[in-house]
């Protein structure tokens, strides 16, 4: 009788130990999960002065990386200057969001003009966006968890909040860094150009704005240039992985009601930080430096198949060197002799512009919006072999 009560005495204390492992393994876990979450905006959270508070962050491994980006990530889509004849195989980031507000559907052709009434101005984190709530209820945890820590004598939960509230403040000094888009040294002046972008789901931009917000939003990636150097941020990067490890040890060997509340809170953020990732990454920017103007053409902008959104770009932009050097139309001699058609259609129209007094630099939408009439899919049809010319081409 005696070694069977000794012997249920053992297993309960075997109980109450698994059952503090759980709780161990399951804070833990909480704190170091939604990885996905945080990185989803990591590079502009550490562009706002908020990243610098203490406060609770989920996953903080995610932002204590060996290397940084050197640019922001570019966006698909093929970048080229009607006037200029660059290209550029991918759209930068910063004018994919200016561009990408209101989406373009598939062989749709918009036309924009955008300008920037003050050159000093710049592209920056927006100071109130929901990023910056994010940290102010990290750190509104922090501070009830400090509290609690306190009111309930936990030397290890007190230990725990400090650590990981210090941790995200550690990671976001070493993180800190400037957006810097590129700027015409040479203050020659140049003819405003068009830039198209070509989509892969067939849609066309084009964009009608001057050399210098040309140079800034297309033609040099976005540069993110650091307070502190790499050895720096690698030393920082350490400690910062050192402080995690003890804050989780410290975490474990709170008492079972502040690992409930530490877990309550990680669950919060967790779930606070997957709303924010799924939101438009315009919402975490201050593009206000940049006007946007759509200009309207006649025809609308939704068209059924590429023949028409092409010979629409070409309309607009009363060229076709660019299809040309961006090889945008398909390879063979069928597209080759529509192409130098449609050039001859839009240089007639340019001639027809000039004679009225209407050509110049300047005055390219001065016609309202009208564009030179041609059937390009009966053009192109006729250029095909009807045997072998397929539906939608």
Same mark, same amino acid.
């Given at each position: ?36 979450? +945080? ?115 936990? =030397? ?42 070509? &989509? ?15 140079? $800034?939003? &297309? ?13 720096? &941020? ?5 400690? =910062? ?55 309207? &053409? ?22 076709? $060197? ?22 001859? +259609? ?22 309202? =919006? ?22 939608? +081409?």
């Amino acid at each position: 009788m005696l070694n069977w009560l000794d012997n249920g005495g053992g297993n309960s204390q075997n109980a109450s130990s698994g059952f503090h492992n759980l709780q161990l393994d399951i804070v833990g876990f909480l704190a170091i999960l939604g990885e996905a979450s +945080v990185k989803a905006n990591a590079q502009v959270s550490t562009l706002s002065k908020f990243s610098l508070l203490p406060r609770l962050l989920p996953a903080p491994q995610a932002l204590i990386r060996t290397s940084r980006p050197e640019s922001l990530k570019p966006d698909n889509g093929k970048v080229i200057g009607a006037r200029s004849g660059g290209i550029r195989d991918f759209v930068n980031h910063i004018a994919h969001l200016v561009h990408s507000i209101h989406p373009l559907p598939a062989y749709a052709v918009r036309c924009e003009r955008i300008s920037k009434p003050n050159p000093t101005s710049t592209v920056s984190a927006y100071t109130w966006g929901p990023l910056a709530w994010l940290s102010l209820l990290g750190t509104a945890m922090s501070v009830a968890l400090l509290a609690l820590s306190i009111a309930r004598n936990d =030397g290890f939960a007190l230990l725990a909040t400090i650590l990981l509230s210090l941790l995200s403040t550690l990671i976001g000094f070493g993180s800190r860094w400037n957006l810097s888009l590129m700027k015409r040294k040479q203050k020659r002046r140049v003819p405003r150009d068009n830039i198209i972008i070509k &989509y892969p789901h067939g849609a066309f931009l084009v964009v009608k704005c001057d050399e210098n917000v040309a140079r $800034e939003l &297309y033609w040099h990636p976005e540069e993110c240039q650091y307070t502190f150097g790499d050895t720096i &941020y690698r030393i920082v990067s350490l400690i =910062g992985t050192i402080t995690l490890m003890f804050g989780v040890i410290c975490l474990g060997n709170s008492t079972l009601p502040l690992q409930i509340a530490f877990a309550a809170a990680y669950m919060i953020l967790n779930a606070a930080y997957w709303v924010v990732a799924a939101l438009p990454p315009q919402w975490h920017w201050d593009l206000s430096c940049y006007k946007v103007k759509r200009e309207l &053409y006649e025809g609308g902008e939704d068209h059924e198949n590429f023949t028409q959104a092409l010979w629409k770009a070409i309309a607009i932009t009363k060229s076709v $060197e660019w299809v040309k050097i961006g090889q945008i139309a398909p390879v063979s001699e069928a597209w080759k002799a529509w192409v130098e058609t449609a050039g001859d +259609v839009v240089e007639r129209d340019k001639e027809s512009w000039e004679a009225e007094g209407l050509g110049g630099e300047g005055s390219d939408d001065e016609n309202g =919006g009208k564009l030179p009439s041609w059937d390009a899919e009966r053009a192109l049809t006729e250029f095909l072999d009807p045997d072998e010319a397929g539906k939608n +081409v």
